[in-house]
């Protein structure tokens, strides 16, 4: 099932994996995906043991979400999307894979009491365009293109700066805000500037995603206390 959420000019596809079971009590997984990909028509293998429901969100510009005219992404904005996506959906576990990682983490900023424990993985996406001290690199755009992902979004994300400092400010709004004790899994194996910074921030080392999805699911079962 698909449902169509608004945000503004933009529909957000928000599509459900697997439905809550008759009678469950286990909290929803959130799944982000990568830069250039678009969610799951099905709950990727890694996720057949999470006990509750389980969603994934298009970002705009990719898969079936609506796409902005004249391009204009940033993870801020993206953001956006996911706390949108997070009040159709309620209290939840984050998932974010290479771009969705980083937005994960900024989303779980923007609603630390909302967030019961975020996962970041490896994917497509994941450094953006580095920390700034690189020189730009400006793609040309496929304007004319109709199909997701938008080429404007592949352009503006790929070279979205992840500023380490950006990344701090973010962590340290997660560690203010959050009632959890872990609020925030590194599962990565790709570590960019803004990840280490980031990982530093909260004191949280780099786990296995088995484990850090059995930290979460224990999560939904706290009563939060912020």
Same mark, same amino acid.
């Given at each position: 099932?698909? !449902? ?5 000019? /933009?529909? /957000? ?25 678009? +969610?799951? +028509? ?11 429901? @389980?969603?994934? $969100? ?6 079936? &979400? &609506? ?14 999307? @996911?706390?949108?996506? $997070? ?9 974010? *894979? ?5 937005? =994960? /983490? ?5 609603? %630390? ?8 993985? #490896? ?7 580095? #920390?700034?001290? !690189? &020189?730009?690199? $400006?793609?040309?755009?496929? =304007? +004319?293109?109709?199909?997701?992902? #938008? ?5 503006? $994300? ?16 997660? *560690?203010?805000? &959050?009632?959890? !004790? ?6 990565? *194996?790709? *570590?960019?500037?803004? %990840? ?12 296995? @995603?088995?484990?850090?999805? =059995? ?12």
């Amino acid at each position: 099932m698909t !449902q169509c959420l608004p945000l503004g000019r /933009l529909r /957000l596809a928000l599509h459900t994996l697997r439905a809550p079971a008759p009678g469950h009590t286990s909290g929803p997984l959130l799944l982000l995906h990568g830069l250039g990909e678009c +969610s799951p +028509s099905q709950v990727p293998e890694d996720y057949h043991r999470w006990p509750g429901p @389980v969603h994934a $969100l298009d970002f705009a510009g990719h898969g079936q &979400s &609506s796409t902005p005219v004249g391009g204009g992404y940033t993870c801020e904005a993206l953001m956006v999307q @996911v706390v949108t996506a $997070l009040d159709a959906v309620g209290p939840c576990t984050l998932v974010g *894979r290479g771009l969705g990682a980083y937005v =994960a /983490l900024l989303a779980t900023a923007a609603r %630390a009491t909302q967030v019961r424990g975020t996962v970041l993985r #490896d994917g497509p996406g994941l450094a953006g365009g580095g #920390d700034g001290t !690189q &020189s730009p690199y $400006l793609p040309a755009v496929a =304007a +004319s293109a109709l199909d997701t992902p #938008d080429p404007h979004a592949l352009a503006d $994300l790929l070279t979205d700066v992840r500023h380490p400092a950006a990344a701090a400010r973010w962590a340290q709004l997660v *560690r203010n805000a &959050s009632p959890w !004790q872990t609020p925030v899994h590194f599962c990565l *194996r790709e *570590r960019p500037a803004w %990840a280490l910074v980031a990982a530093g921030a909260l004191a949280q080392a780099f786990t296995p @995603v088995s484990l850090a999805l =059995a930290d979460c699911a224990l999560l939904h079962t706290e009563p939060c206390t912020p």
